[in-house]
């Protein structure tokens, strides 16, 4: 389960180190996409389609709602791959969208991270 809150800075490159407590949990390889009061939503590729779920039924009409729904995560969303200190970098558009500059905060939520800018996070 991912818990917990981890401040830490963000590169002039974009780069960030992903806690070592969600670093196990995460894997080296998930997804990054943009989420909602301008955070960043981080989820292990092993999760995805399971927390995808959460929001439509697989059988479901693909309502306006749901085309939104798509468009707003799944068309911002990037398979991110980290090095081997767990770093990885923040794609330019997810990075302005949530404003990240200096420092940074992830928040655990059970099956997810979220991402913040620490002014926002504030």
């Not at 959460?54 to 707003?72: A, G, S, W, Y």
């Not at 059970?110 to 504030?122: A, H, M, Q, T």
């Amino acid at each position: 389960m991912l818990l917990g809150r981890y401040y830490t800075r963000i590169s002039s490159k974009g780069r960030l180190a992903l806690p070592f407590r969600f670093k196990n949990q995460v894997g080296v390889k998930f997804v990054v996409a943009r989420w909602y009061e301008n955070c960043l939503l981080i989820v292990s590729l092993a999760s995805w389609e399971d927390f995808l779920k959460r929001f439509t039924k697989p059988n479901e009409v693909i309502t306006e709602d749901i085309r939104d729904l798509d468009r707003f995560i799944l068309g911002s969303s990037f398979l991110v791959d980290t090095d081997s200190q767990g770093r990885f970098v923040v794609p330019k558009f997810l990075r302005d969208y949530a404003r990240l500059i200096d420092e940074v905060v992830f928040i655990g939520l059970g099956d997810r991270v979220e991402l913040w800018s620490k002014e926002n996070w504030d």
